[in-house]
C-alpha cells in the first residue's frame, strides 16, 4: 500500500468516525454542531447560584429535577463577547464523561445527519475556536457548521465540577 494510499485510507476511517447525528446551535452567527448522543435535553434560559472560585466562563449552576448541574456559557468560554439573553437564548444538558453538565447558546438551529463526505478538517487560522475542540468542519445546507468535540471544550469544567463536590 502506497504512503498515499495509506493516508488516503487513515482520512476516510477519521471522517467516517465523525459522520453522525448532531445537533446544531448559533454562537455569535457562527453555527456548531454537536453529537446528538452527547445532548440529554434542551431547556429555556433559567437563573443559575454563582459559585465562588470558578473561571469567568462558568455561570454558576442549576437545579434540574433535584441534580445540582454547572452551567457554561459557550460565547465565554470561546473568548466572544457577552451578550443579553433572548427569549431563544437556551441551555443544552449534555452529558460530558458522565457527568451532566449545561451550556448556555444563543439558540439551537436543528438536528442534522451530517455524512462523512461533507466533513473536512479544521483550518489552522480564523476560527474563534481552538484546534483542539474541533472535531470537523461540516459542509451542510449551503453554510459550513464547525463540529466540536465537546467532551474536550468541557472537560476542564468537568474536572471543576469534581474539585468543587469534593472541596
Known amino acids: 500500500m502506497s504512503v498515499q494510499t495509506q ?43 454563582a459559585v465562588p472560585g470558578m473561571p469567568e466562563y462558568v455561570n454558576g ?24 439573553h433572548t427569549s431563544e ?19 439551537v438551529s436543528e438536528v442534522l445527519e451530517i455524512l462523512s463526505e461533507e466533513i473536512e478538517d ?3 487560522v480564523g476560527v474563534a475556536v481552538e484546534n483542539e475542540f474541533i472535531l470537523g468542519m461540516a459542509k451542510s445546507k ?5 463540529l466540536l468535540e465537546i467532551d474536550r471544550v468541557l472537560c476542564e469544567a468537568a474536572s471543576l465540577e469534581v474539585a468543587a463536590a469534593t472541596a
Not at 8 to 15: E, L, V, W, Y
Not at 89 to 107: A, E, H, P, W, Y
Not at 142 to 146: P, Y
Open 7 to 49: 493516508t488516503a485510507a487513515t482520512t476516510s476511517m477519521h471522517t467516517d468516525r465523525r459522520a453522525g447525528k448532531y445537533l446544531t446551535f448559533v454562537l455569535a452567527e457562527e453555527e456548531y454542531g454537536v453529537e446528538i448522543l452527547k445532548v440529554r435535553e434542551i431547556i429555556g434560559m433559567m437563573d443559575t447560584t
Open 61 to 84: 449552576v442549576i437545579n434540574l429535577r433535584g441534580k445540582v448541574i454547572p452551567v457554561i456559557d459557550m460565547r465565554l468560554k470561546f473568548g466572544m463577547p457577552a451578550v443579553e
Open 89 to 107: 437564548t437556551c441551555i443544552i444538558v449534555m452529558d460530558v464523561r458522565g457527568n451532566l453538565m449545561g451550556v448556555v447558546v444563543d439558540r
Open 122 to 124: 479544521a483550518p489552522n
Open 142 to 146: 449551503g453554510r459550513v457548521k464547525i
